[in-house]
């Protein structure tokens, strides 16, 4: 296992995130824990010593997953990670919220202090909240730190590099210690992450990075973007090019990844067991094959699930993901499974409400995707009735 310095703490390269474990049934509340505990501690076996959660993570059950499954590991050997979630601050905007959630998540954790602290997405709208001098959450959480109940602060951030700047300037130098961003080789012409990388590091801060495999869709690109990455690295994964590809920067502290399968964390260890930065001739090569993919994708959706907040209740990540996988193949049967859905919960449904695109980290106009979909869909039923 690779490890870097930061922060004055000697972190393994690979994080283990927790936002997308195995579940029964697809139920994101139902965590399967016997198979999520067999990955956490495969990883934790080889090294990997960074452990990432949130408060919303899996309905809530990500971080009483982690107190549990960690609690058989010396405190002291790992280090723990969580947010405190800005958008649901919006809901109940009080600074007695802010406490009651900072202890709740102690008690979830079951421990005694966090390694590492995060105010949890900062986005053009969030920033408000994490600015707001009545609520005062830095201040309270820097009383925390100073108390040892955090040992480390920092945010994550899916703001534009615009807000990213202001955020950073608002407070006083040292306030941060990092940033963790979305960052991988598509997003870098997507999303603009290299320039939110180059403010970051321009403050002198270390990088932490989230959705270095984009939710597991840099893990296979498109055939012919695959056979280019695998005839250069036959002995490699498609996914390992996305894990090198940011790892090649020495400003990156930590990478998570949220391994779902027993296999997923073997490839990783892989790696990062084993991690060669990329070349100049392998990075000519993958910035070939990310061409070849951006041609062919235009909805750049995560399923990181905040527009789950949709009141007609549609599985938007789900019916992005057959949109995309349509878009890759052109083939109007890889949108056959939308069509056996209730007809509730297909993208006609959707009322145009926006209150998914209002919290998209992407910036995704979600109902105007839905109306293209179903678009799509009419030639499909239409095809189908032929």
């Known amino acids: 296992m690779i490890y870097r310095k930061v922060c004055g703490e000697k972190i393994s390269l690979l994080g283990m995130g927790t936002m997308r474990l195995p579940t029964v049934n697809g139920e994101r509340s139902n965590i399967d824990k016997e198979k999520a505990e067999a990955i956490i501690d495969r990883v934790y076996s080889e090294g990997v010593n960074y452990f990432d959660t949130a408060y919303m993570y899996h309905d809530g059950y990500s971080e009483r997953f982690l107190g549990e499954a960690m609690a058989k590991y010396p405190r002291e050997s790992y280090y723990l990670a969580d947010k405190m979630p800005g958008m649901m601050l919006g809901k109940d905007p009080t600074a007695a919220r802010v406490g009651e959630i900072f202890e709740e998540q102690l008690s979830r954790c079951r421990t005694e202090y966090f390694d590492f602290y995060l105010l949890h997405c900062l986005t053009d709208k969030t920033k408000k909240f994490y600015l707001d001098k ?48 979305q960052f991988n080789y598509l997003d870098t012409k997507l999303q603009r992450a290299d320039e939110q990388f180059g403010i970051i590091t321009s403050h002198g801060l270390p990088v932490w990075v989230m959705e270095p495999c984009r939710g597991g869709r840099l893990a296979s690109l498109c055939p012919e973007a695959d056979k280019l990455l695998l005839e250069k ?27 779902t399968e027993k296999k997923q964390a073997d490839d990783n260890l892989n790696t990062f067991g084993d991690f060669k930065p990329l070349d100049e001739e392998e990075k000519a090569v993958l910035e070939k094959a990310a061409k070849i993919l951006l041609d062919k994708v235009s909805v750049p959706c995560t399923a990181c699930r905040y527009c789950a907040v949709c009141p007609q209740e549609l599985d938007i990540p789900g019916l992005l993901a057959d949109y995309n996988e349509y ?21 006609e449904s959707c009322i145009g409400c926006g209150a998914c695109a209002s919290v998209c980290p992407q910036g995704i106009a979600i109902p105007d995707v839905m109306a293209e979909l179903c678009t799509v869909l009419r030639k499909l039923e239409e095809k189908t009735d032929k």
């Open 233 to 259: 690295a036959p002995d490699r994964s498609v996914a390992s090019w996305a894990f090198r590809y940011v790892g090649s920067m020495p400003e990156v502290g930590v990478i998570l990844s949220g391994m």
């Open 327 to 347: 878009k890759l193949s052109t083939d109007l049967s890889d949108l056959r499974g939308i069509l056996k859905l209730p007809p509730e919960k297909r993208p």
């Open 134 to 181: 009545e609520l005062n959450i830095v201040g309270y959480l820097l009383e925390q730190k100073r108390l040892g109940r955090i040992r480390h602060f920092g945010f994550s951030s899916h703001a534009s590099p615009e807000t990213l700047r202001e955020f950073i300037d608002a407070f006083p130098e040292g306030t941060f210690e990092f940033v963790q961003i």
